[in-house]
Each structure stands twice: as C-alpha cells, then as structure tokens.
C-alpha cells in the first residue's frame, strides 16, 4: 500500500496523512476494464488554469485547508470559475465512504474524523474570495450517524453569519434518506437545497453507488423543498452513459413530479480509464433540445451544455439565458 507521500496511481490502495485507507479516484484498477480513452468531439475544449485570479483562489483554498470539487472530480471547467474567483467547496474531507463508477473522488472510511474548524474555514474563504454566491457540497460520509448533516450545517451557518449577503447553495448527498438529516440542512439557512439524479433509472444501479438511489434522490428533494417552501431545489443529469431520449425525458418529468426547480444538463467525461466509458457524445444542438424541452415541462431553468456541470456557474442560473453558454463557441479538447 502506498502512503501519502508516495507516487500514487489512480486505482491505488493508499494511506491519507491522517491514516485513513483510500482508493485513488474511487475505483479500483481492473485489467479487464477497457483503456482506451474515447476520441472526444470537436466542440469540446478546456483551458489550462492560469491567471492572477486563478492563484489567488488556489492559495485560499490551500492555506485554509479545504477539499473543492473542482480538483477532486477533475472538473474540466476548473480553470474559468477560479480565474472568476469562484470555486465549489467539498466540505467534510476529500474521501468518500462511496464509490460510484462516474466519480474521480478518493474512495475510503474517514472513521469518524471531522475538522472542527471546517465551518470556520469556509466562512473565511467565501470572506476573502469576496464570493457573491457560493456551492458547497461534500463526500458521502455513511461512517457518520446522521451523514454529516450537522456539521454541514453548521458550514452553512458559519458563511451566513460572516456574510449575510451571500447566496449559498448546497449539493448534498442523500444521507441514505433520513428525514432527519436532510431537515437539518434544509432548515440551516441556504438558499438552494441540491442533489443530483445523476443518471436515468435503468442506468442507476451501473452508475452510482448501491447504496444510492434513483427514487431515494427523489424522496430527498421533494423532502427538502416540503421542510423549507422558500428553498429552491435542483438536480442534475450526465449524458451519454447509454441513456435514451425518452429516459432522459422521463427522468426529466419525475424531477418536475417532485417539484424540482432547477436542472442542468452535462456531458459525461470519463475521468480516469478505471471508469464507465462514455457511450454516446451529445451534441449542443441535442443539448439545446433537451433544455427547451425541460422549459416547457415548468423549470426554472435548465442549463445544458457539453461542458455543464451541476455547479458550473451556478450563480448565473437565475439569469435564464442557459449560463450564458449558447454564444460561446465550443472546441475539440487537446
């Protein structure tokens, strides 16, 4: 096994600094899994982060000791949000007790092991980033009696407290369903309660963890907007995993059942070749369909892109002009 300071592999068996066993990037190396990493399109391309802003925002991150989805999930749209001085904070550590088979995050048993100060921490980050809006979101955490839910709340807590004026939106995870826990985070002063699909019904129990569920994201987010009426809810779906149109426009329609307000729409990209492959790449033009056909079920907004993620942009979602996405012209990634 390797430890922390080590060359690890994705797929590896490693040690944390804090003792804890992960996997790198969640799944395990497979010698029968394919490698060859699929051709991408030609209207998807990213840039290499740079910039002033960009440093400015990895040095508050690092110097307050906080995890952000954009470095765990390998998120291609890393170096536009913090070159904007934006970021997504993963709050609860960067090891997850799950592993779904779309997700780049470290897969392990954090025993426990909560930093106290996160709540702190992350409050003094949005402060410095002078954020106008910011995402939390976390790691599964089933090693904890309620999921985490207090202490995420008290995250929420601690960033309202510093600065009142910040819109703050939290992506959750499922908490296995309890009432309970999703109360406490609903109820803790955020102003958009998240939780994401994922991918259609058929295609759930390939993609995500068994311990998440199609119906059980569902329940959470019809629970969530029940406890809190004043909370906006949202959701999200990767295409091209093999879903058909009609799936998608069913998934689509139960997310409206359970009156979810927000959606966005993105292209899975495999993030390591210990992955699902992607199956299909969804054009923009399929992409702007989609998003006219979610407008016309009663959303909010729905914003679809090739390089959309769930809290790519987030701010802008209530401008209703698909992130302002449709006048950029989209590349081939190198």
């Known amino acids: 096994m390797n430890t922390a300071n080590d060359k690890i592999k994705s797929g590896d068996k490693f040690r944390t600094k804090n003792g804890i066993s992960a996997i790198k990037d969640g799944i395990k190396t497979d010698r029968h899994q394919q490698k060859k990493t699929e051709k991408k399109p030609d209207w998807l391309r990213v840039k290499i982060p740079t910039g002033d802003k960009y440093q400015r925002v990895k040095h508050t991150v690092d110097s307050h000791n906080l995890s952000t989805v954009c470095e765990e999930s390998h998120c291609p749209n890393l170096g536009e949000c913090w070159s904007h001085g934006t970021a997504t904070i993963m709050l609860m550590g960067s090891i997850c007790t799950r592993a779904c088979k779309f997700c780049s995050v470290d897969t392990g048993n954090p025993r426990g092991l909560l930093d106290p100060n996160e709540p702190k921490n992350a409050a003094k980050s949005v402060k410095l980033m002078k954020l106008r809006y910011v995402v939390l979101t976390s790691v599964d955490r089933d090693d904890l009696k309620d999921g985490g839910a207090a202490h995420y709340a008290a995250c929420v807590e601690a960033i309202k407290s510093s600065s009142p004026d910040v819109k703050v939106e939290a992506l959750t995870p499922d908490f296995s369903g309890s009432k309970a826990s999703i ?124 390089l959309v993620r769930s809290s790519y942009r987030a701010d802008r979602i209530f401008e209703n002009n698909n992130l302002g996405l449709d006048n950029i012209p989209l590349k081939r990634v190198d």
């Open 183 to 306: 109360r406490t985070i609903a109820t803790s002063g955020l102003d958009v309660f998240a939780q994401n699909l994922e991918t259609v019904k058929r295609l759930t129990t390939k993609v995500r963890d068994p311990r998440a569920g199609y119906h059980q994201t569902l329940e959470v987010l019809a629970f969530a907007k029940k406890i809190n009426d004043q909370v906006i809810t949202k959701s999200s779906l990767m295409l091209g995993l093999g879903e058909t149109e009609n799936e998608i426009v069913e998934s689509m329609l139960d997310l409206r059942k359970n009156n979810v307000e927000l959606l966005t729409l993105g292209q899975y990209l495999r993030p390591t070749p210990n992955h699902l492959p992607v199956s299909d790449w969804i054009s923009p033009e399929k992409f702007k369909e989609y998003r006219g056909i979610g407008l016309e079920m009663g959303f909010s907004e729905v914003a679809a892109g090739p």
